[in-house]
């Protein structure tokens, strides 16, 4: 397996490099992963990067995220199919016209269960020849930048950079105070509430100038130039659609912009109300 390059050295430009100009970075040494899912799933075939190298060119690779996920980032020719909405059928018509050939399920990362859960499937429905690569597309895209895109782009070395370093997200990350604080400044913010209506119905927050749509719409809404590019406050569940999210604001140019850190989840936990107030 070729060394982990060295992400602290990306720091030339943002033309889009040649194959030979991203491999030849200086190597870090390699960081031993943990897998903290595999007990949870203990009967599923996994592999590592090095035999995930070996099956490249033969195998039907399967990225079990969802499409908002797979879009920004994905292995070239992986194809998207949710863990949620991945049936037996689905699996038979890829596989179909190519026989015998290796599945790999993989998702984000080792904390992320979607490939675990994709796998697991496959092993109950019967499949044969299925593997796991629970290191995850992040780790893959720090080995191998050449054969990943980035919303449909070939890699480059200032994104890849930024993936490595997530203090970007951090800067625009608001405690569930600071961001009630926003809220509340009267400095003319847009709030939009990303959650699903289950989600809303569970915990619904009454704040002003709250706009309501799911993730999809609200990239739609982004694509097509329905948001405005400044004075944004974006929450959802637990924090984890917003960094997603924050790739397709930069992506389209919206500055001001604040993200709730650890989501509606984070407002109970710190004892606000459904209006931001300290709760009795």
Request: proline share 6%; hydrophobic share 40%.
């Amino acid at each position: 397996m070729k060394h982990i390059l060295a992400f602290v050295v990306l720091t030339i430009g943002s033309c889009f490099p040649t194959f030979c100009q991203l491999k030849a970075q200086k190597p870090l040494p390699k960081k031993k992963l943990s897998f903290p899912n595999r007990p949870r799933f203990p009967k599923l075939p996994y592999i590592g990067t090095k035999e995930f190298e070996a099956l490249l060119s033969r195998a039907i690779i399967i990225d079990a995220r969802n499409h908002i996920e797979y879009e920004v980032i994905h292995i070239k020719g992986a194809i998207n199919l949710p863990v949620g909405k991945m049936k037996k059928k689905d699996l038979k018509k890829i596989r179909g016209p190519r026989g015998s050939a290796p599945i790999v399920f993989y998702c984000n990362g080792t904390t992320c269960q979607k490939s675990y859960k994709a796998g697991e499937k496959a092993r109950i429905w019967g499949w044969k020849n299925f593997f796991v690569y629970d290191s995850g597309v992040f780790h893959w895209t720090q080995a191998h930048p050449e054969t990943v895109l980035f919303f449909g782009k070939p890699m480059d070395k200032k994104t890849l950079e930024k993936i490595a370093n997530r203090k970007e997200l951090e800067h625009v990350s608001l405690s569930p105070q600071g961001f009630a604080k926003k809220v509340f400044s009267n400095q003319g913010y847009k709030i939009y509430d990303l959650r699903d209506r289950k989600e809303r119905a569970e915990f619904p927050l009454r704040l002003p100038r709250v706009a309501k749509l799911n993730m999809d719409r609200f990239v739609q809404a982004l694509k097509k130039n329905r948001i405005r590019k400044n004075k944004l406050l974006i929450f959802d569940t637990s924090g984890k659609q917003v960094k997603w999210l924050q790739f397709y604001l930069e992506q389209h140019g919206v500055k001001d912009y604040w993200l709730l850190k650890g989501g509606v989840l984070a407002w109970k936990k710190a004892g606000l109300d459904a209006r931001g107030k300290p709760g009795k």
